[in-house]
């Protein structure tokens, strides 16, 4: 198991990140492979939403 997830392994998995984790955490996978940040799912599923960010 590598852990950083790989913009193949998100496309092949949309459906299925939008349907269990909401489109929110699809926008920061897709956000985070746009900017070529290496970083794993857990880290991206994770965060706060952003209206809990700035309370």
Same mark, same amino acid.
């Given at each position: /198991? $590598? ?12 459906? #299925? ?9 699809? /926008? $920061? ?6 900017r ?5 799912? #857990?880290?991206?599923?994770c ?9």
């Open positions: /198991m $590598r852990g950083v997830i790989t913009g193949r392994e998100v496309l092949e998995n949309l459906g #299925l990140i939008y349907r269990e984790f909401g489109a929110a955490c699809l /926008m $920061r996978c897709l956000w985070a492979l746009v070529g940040r290496s970083t794993t799912f #857990l880290e991206v599923a965060q706060p939403e952003p209206s809990d960010r700035y309370r």
